[in-house]
């Protein structure tokens, strides 16, 4: 049980272009979703927090009209990275939770390569 | 700010041995603790959680829990060369209005040796 899906899991693209990312539980309704970067050799950074039709709570330093989050059902959160830049190629994971002391489960990650 | 100190390793030990992870943290509200576990370039996997005081068996993994110490430790019998991969502490607390967040510590990276 809980697993969470996480499409896709790699992406290669220009610069300049629109990158969404899906997250989806599989076998639990996920009232609380998050988003985390992690950069090689780095620990992981939680990037955004969201609960099922409310928007995203964002980290500090982290652009609210760059990574836009939709959390839209219990089991759906999308991510999408408008404008995408090389500095913005990382690996992206989500990780969804039924429960607010629930363990979090986490996808498999989308590495994101910008050119 | 809430802080989750591990040591970085990397930890080596023996196949067969028993390898010790040691995280510390500074919240004394955190409820949830969590061990996950990272092999390279892969994403988090969960192995064990802990509410509570005293310690929690799964097989080969005990995690044990001080509260008053501020501590939680997870301990793996007969190590395999599998279990060479990056450990994460995690723990939860009440932190904001988005609802209890995990913070993780660094990681401790283990290799187990043949």
């Known amino acids: 049980g809980a697993v969470v899906s996480q499409h896709p899991s790699w992406v290669i693209c220009k610069s300049g272009t629109s990158v969404k990312i899906e997250c989806r539980s599989l076998?639990?309704?996920?009232?609380?979703m998050f988003w985390y970067r992690q950069f090689p050799k780095q620990s992981l950074m939680l990037m955004a927090t969201?609960?099922?039709?409310?928007?995203?709570?964002?980290e500090q330093g982290v652009e609210k009209d760059k990574f836009l989050i939709n959390h839209a059902s219990l089991t759906l959160s999308t991510l999408t990275v408008t404008s995408a830049h090389p500095e913005d190629s990382s690996f992206y994971i989500c990780?969804?939770?039924?429960?607010?002391?629930?363990?979090?489960?986490f996808g498999d990650g989308t590495r994101l390569s910008i050119l | 700010q809430k802080e989750v100190e591990q040591n970085s390793g990397p930890l080596s030990v023996p196949e067969g041995a028993i390898a010790s992870l040691n995280c510390t943290y500074s919240?004394?509200?955190?409820?949830?603790f969590f061990w996950y576990r990272q092999y390279s370039g892969k994403s988090p996997e969960l192995i064990m959680f802990?509410?509570?005081?005293g310690d929690k068996e799964d097989g080969r993994f005990t995690a044990q829990l001080n509260k008053a110490s501020q501590y939680v430790s997870l301990l793996i019998r007969d190590s395999q060369p599998s279990d060479s991969a990056t450990y994460l502490c995690?723990?939860?607390?009440?932190?904001?209005?988005?609802?209890?967040?995990?913070?993780f510590g660094g990681g401790t990276r283990l290799m187990v040796k043949p």
């Open positions: 990780s969804a939770r039924e429960g607010q002391t629930q363990p979090q489960h």
């Open positions: 076998d639990f309704q996920a009232t609380t």
């Open positions: 969201s609960n099922e039709g409310s928007k995203a709570t964002y």
């Open positions: 919240d004394r509200g955190s409820q949830s």
């Open positions: 802990i509410y509570s005081n």
């Open positions: 995690a723990v939860n607390g009440v932190e904001n209005n988005a609802g209890n967040m995990l913070t």
